[in-house]
């Protein structure tokens, strides 16, 4: 996720960007930059990599290496600046393409967190009135936005830009013309403030500022925060003055970094709601986006805008998806380990909702096999970092049999999407912990949305399912909020079982393929055996090893194969297995059967991978945690799996 700093006070402000920038280093990032209120306007400087490089280009040009003392560089002196660590999202790393972005004619810099959805359109508009843009951010738009806006208020210009962004943000602004104040404004993406003594800082997350302050303000969503050297004075969306509550911050520089949560792996798992919203979100077009509508706006003005917006469609244009795709004779899923598990789900979604044929490979199997390869298939390669190289040689593999590709990835500019025909984005941030979690159900997402629009070209799905469709996809970020509140339920669990000899979870269809991912999530962090099997498997083998030592996971959401499961569980009960169903919230048909039931809300049978994966990761979790492991590195396992 990207990074934001700024300050202004009486010290330098370089020195303190810089810093700001490094304690942030921890959420993962590819280019940095800052921008300062020199002497004679802004100065910005941006470098594609590590912080280690845009420094160096700063000491270099302004300063002996390694000092910061800035003292013959008096461009570059300033008292009020802002900074940002870019995770990319719209145009591959690169100088250009970093943070801050400015307007047309330099008096305007912005740092910017999350995604502007309707980016393209204030493009198009603003080009129309003159801008040329330099970059392929999100982000330019909205510099360009509030200067033409800019009629000698900074804090009036950004309220009328904001209230015409859709997405996220998180900003941090200055203006040449207004030298003694930083205006920060958020939705969906996190700032805080913090207050020192003649000086004031802005973050978005909490390491930042400890060396300076532990007082601090959180930004609401739409809260405006202009900042100056000796005080702050917050607004709400429609300019007028508020009052907030400070916070003292408690936490240990460490336990900053990771949000407070006492693991990545626990942090990430939290972010999935927000991941979730985030890659589907930009993938819908038309009807009533419900967050939206729920933010602000009069109820008059939201049902016109919800009547003239029409249906709610699945848009996939901005990845250059069109009816050719659809045409497909038959669809292969190659990737490797979760991504392979989001594969098989995606085998089941596509049968389910597209009806055509797919094939689904484990990339290094697949390299190394014979395979039948066809001018009229469609690859969809998955991979969180884009850089796995058995994935990689699947993929060139496929290309060079004629197949057309499509990547699924969390990293632009990774190797993947840069080879990949087409590339859809799962927006879920930087995944630090090595076990993946928001990863894998971004792909879920990405999946989905891809196989129903197959569906919907293909004439499978109808107006009216796709509508239910999507009403479940959207209602997919909730629901997951709800699970995770329940956390201490498996928590509790997970002590009483984190010394099992082994652990089996089993399941039909959809469950079988997400009980592969929970057995994986558990073997990765908590070093205990388990396995994963089709619930239908159980007599052909896997019942031999079924006795008072084991615990069975039964999955059970496949509404018509409840007897089937039922059945299943009877049989390890018999053998003395402690067993946990994971089903339906609004079905009581296993607790008479399980030891213990965990509970997921209703949505469409082939959606459930999404949300019951999430109990799964949590006891993963929690038992690695009692055994005394750091789930965030786990033994002989590495994030990228770069060599074979
Ligand atoms: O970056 P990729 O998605 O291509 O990585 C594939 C696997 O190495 C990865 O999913 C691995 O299985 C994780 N440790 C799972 O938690």
């Given at each position: 996720?990207?990074?934001?700093?700024?300050?202004?006070?009486?010290?330098?402000?370089?020195?303190?960007?810089?810093?700001?920038?490094?304690?942030?280093?921890?959420?993962?990032?590819?280019?940095?930059?800052?921008?300062?209120?020199?002497?004679?306007?802004?100065?910005?400087?941006?470098?594609?990599?590590?912080?280690?490089?845009?420094e160096?280009?700063?000491?270099?040009?302004?300063?002996?290496?390694?000092?910061?003392?800035?003292?013959?560089?008096?461009?570059?002196?300033?008292?009020?600046?802002?900074?940002?660590?870019?995770?990319?999202?719209?145009?591959?790393?690169?100088?250009?393409?970093?943070?801050?972005?400015?307007?047309?004619?330099?008096?305007?810099?912005?740092?910017?967190?999350?995604?502007?959805?309707?980016?393209g359109?204030?493009?198009?508009?603003?080009?129309?009135?003159?801008?040329?843009?330099?970059?392929e951010?999100?982000?330019?738009?909205?510099?360009?936005?509030?200067?033409?806006?800019?009629?000698?208020?900074?804090?009036?210009?950004?309220?009328?830009?904001?209230?015409?962004?859709?997405g996220?943000?998180?900003?941090?602004?200055?203006c040449?013309?207004?030298?003694?104040?930083?205006?920060?404004?958020?939705?969906?993406?996190?700032?805080?403030?913090?207050?020192?003594?003649?000086?004031?800082?802005?973050?978005?997350d909490?390491?930042?500022?400890?060396?300076?302050?532990?007082?601090?303000?959180?930004?609401?969503?739409?809260?405006?925060?202009?900042?100056?050297?000796?005080?702050?004075?917050?607004?709400?969306?429609?300019?007028?003055?508020?009052?907030?509550?400070?916070?003292?911050?408690?936490?240990?520089?460490?336990?900053?970094?990771?949000?407070?949560?006492?693991?990545?792996m626990?942090?990430?798992?939290?972010?999935?709601?927000?991941?979730?919203?985030?890659?589907?979100?930009?993938?819908?077009?038309?009807?009533?986006?419900?967050?939206?509508?729920?933010?602000?706006?009069?109820?008059?003005?939201?049902?016109?805008?919800?009547?003239?917006?029409?249906?709610?469609?699945?848009?996939?244009?901005?990845?250059?998806?069109?009816a050719?795709?659809?045409?497909?004779?038959?669809?292969?899923?190659?990737?490797?380990?979760?991504?392979?598990?989001?594969?098989?789900?995606?085998?089941?979604a596509?049968?389910?909702?597209?009806?055509?044929?797919?094939?689904?490979?484990v990339?290094?199997?697949?390299?190394?096999?014979?395979?039948?390869?066809?001018?009229?298939?469609?690859?969809?390669?998955?991979?969180?970092?884009?850089?796995?190289?058995?994935?990689?040689?699947?993929?060139?593999?496929?290309?060079?049999?004629?197949?057309?590709?499509?990547?699924i990835?969390?990293?632009?500019?990774?190797?993947?999407?840069?080879?990949?025909?087409?590339?859809m984005?799962?927006?879920?941030?930087?995944?630090?912990?090595?076990?993946?979690?928001?990863?894998?159900?971004?792909?879920?997402?990405?999946?989905?949305?891809?196989?129903?629009?197959?569906?919907?070209?293909?004439?499978?799905?109808?107006?009216?399912?796709?509508?239910?469709?999507i009403?479940?996809?959207?209602?997919?970020?909730?629901?997951?909020?709800?699970?995770?509140?329940?956390?201490?339920?498996?928590?509790?669990?997970?002590?009483q079982?984190?010394?099992?000899?082994?652990?089996?979870?089993?399941?039909?269809?959809?469950?079988?393929?997400?009980?592969?991912?929970?057995?994986?999530?558990?073997?990765?962090?908590?070093?205990?055996?388990?396995?994963?099997?089709?619930?239908?498997?159980?007599?052909?083998?896997?019942?031999?090893?079924?006795?008072?030592?084991?615990?069975?996971?039964?999955?059970?959401?496949?509404?018509?194969?409840?007897?089937?499961?039922e059945?299943?569980i009877?049989?390890?009960?018999a053998?003395?297995?402690?067993?946990?169903?994971?089903?339906?919230?609004?079905?009581?048909?296993?607790?008479?059967?399980?030891?213990?039931?965990?509970?997921?809300?209703?949505?469409?049978?082939?959606?459930?991978?999404?949300?019951?994966?999430?109990?799964?990761?949590?006891?993963?979790?929690?038992?690695?945690?009692?055994?005394?492991?750091?789930?965030?590195?786990?033994?002989?396992?590495?994030?990228?799996?770069?060599?074979?």
């Amino acid at each position: 996720m990207c990074g934001i700093v700024g300050y202004i006070g009486d010290k330098e402000a370089v020195p303190i960007l810089l810093k700001g920038l490094k304690k942030l280093e921890y959420r993962g990032y590819d280019s940095a930059g800052i921008a300062v209120q020199g002497k004679t306007g802004l100065v910005v400087r941006k470098a594609k990599g590590l912080i280690k490089n845009l420094e160096e280009k700063i000491n270099a040009e302004f300063a002996g290496p390694g000092t910061h003392e800035f003292k013959d560089a008096e461009g570059i002196r300033g008292f009020a600046g802002i900074g940002h660590t870019r995770w990319a999202t719209h145009g591959e790393p690169s100088d250009v393409n970093s943070h801050p972005q400015t307007d047309v004619s330099g008096k305007i810099a912005v740092v910017h967190n999350g995604i502007i959805e309707n980016h393209g359109k204030l493009k198009e508009w603003l080009t129309t009135r003159g801008v040329t843009f330099q970059s392929e951010t999100d982000t330019e738009a909205v510099a360009n936005l509030i200067s033409y806006h800019y009629k000698g208020d900074l804090l009036q210009a950004v309220l009328e830009t904001v209230g015409r962004l859709e997405g996220s943000w998180g900003l941090g602004i200055v203006c040449t013309n207004e030298p003694d104040r930083i205006i920060a404004v958020r939705k969906e993406s996190p700032l805080v403030v913090g207050i020192g003594k003649g000086e004031n800082l802005i973050a978005s997350d909490v390491p930042a500022l400890l060396e300076y302050t532990r007082e601090v303000y959180y930004l609401e969503d739409r809260e405006i925060a202009v900042l100056h050297k000796d005080h702050v004075d917050f607004y709400n969306d429609e300019g007028q003055a508020i009052q907030k509550e400070k916070t003292h911050i408690e936490w240990d520089a460490a336990s900053a970094e990771k949000g407070g949560y006492e693991h990545f792996m626990l942090k990430e798992i939290h972010e999935q709601p927000k991941a979730l919203t985030d890659t589907l979100r930009p993938r819908l077009s038309g009807g009533a986006d419900t967050k939206g509508a729920a933010s602000g706006g009069s109820a008059d003005a939201k049902g016109a805008a919800l009547s003239a917006a029409g249906a709610r469609k699945i848009n996939l244009d901005e990845i250059g998806f069109d009816a050719s795709w659809a045409q497909a004779n038959r669809v292969v899923i190659t990737a490797c380990g979760t991504a392979w598990h989001a594969g098989v789900i995606g085998k089941y979604a596509f049968e389910h909702f597209a009806r055509i044929p797919v094939d689904v490979d484990v990339a290094s199997e697949f390299r190394y096999r014979d395979p039948i390869l066809n001018p009229k298939d469609i690859f969809i390669i998955i991979s969180q970092s884009g850089e796995t190289a058995d994935t990689l040689a699947a993929m060139r593999m496929a290309k060079k049999g004629g197949a057309r590709i499509i990547a699924i990835t969390n990293v632009v500019g990774s190797t993947l999407a840069r080879e990949a025909d087409l590339v859809m984005y799962t927006w879920a941030g930087p995944e630090i912990a090595v076990a993946s979690t928001k990863a894998f159900t971004t792909q879920l997402m990405c999946i989905n949305l891809i196989a129903l629009q197959f569906g919907v070209l293909r004439g499978v799905i109808s107006p009216a399912q796709l509508k239910e469709y999507i009403g479940a996809l959207e209602a997919l970020p909730a629901q997951a909020e709800k699970i995770l509140k329940g956390k201490e339920n498996i928590q509790r669990f997970a002590s009483q079982q984190f010394n099992k000899g082994k652990v089996f979870f089993m399941g039909r269809l959809f469950d079988y393929a997400a009980s592969l991912e929970s057995a994986l999530k558990l073997k990765e962090i908590s070093y205990t055996h388990s396995e994963a099997f089709a619930a239908g498997e159980l007599k052909h083998g896997p019942i031999a090893l079924v006795d008072t030592s084991t615990l069975v996971v039964a999955l059970c959401t496949q509404s018509a194969l409840f007897d089937k499961m039922e059945s299943s569980i009877t049989q390890v009960k018999a053998r003395g297995a402690a067993v946990a169903a994971i089903t339906y919230e609004d079905s009581d048909r296993f607790d008479r059967l399980a030891d213990e039931v965990f509970r997921i809300p209703r949505t469409d049978d082939g959606l459930t991978p999404i949300l019951s994966v999430i109990p799964a990761q949590l006891f993963a979790y929690y038992c690695a945690v009692q055994r005394g492991l750091d789930p965030d590195k786990p033994r002989n396992l590495a994030k990228s799996v770069t060599v074979e």
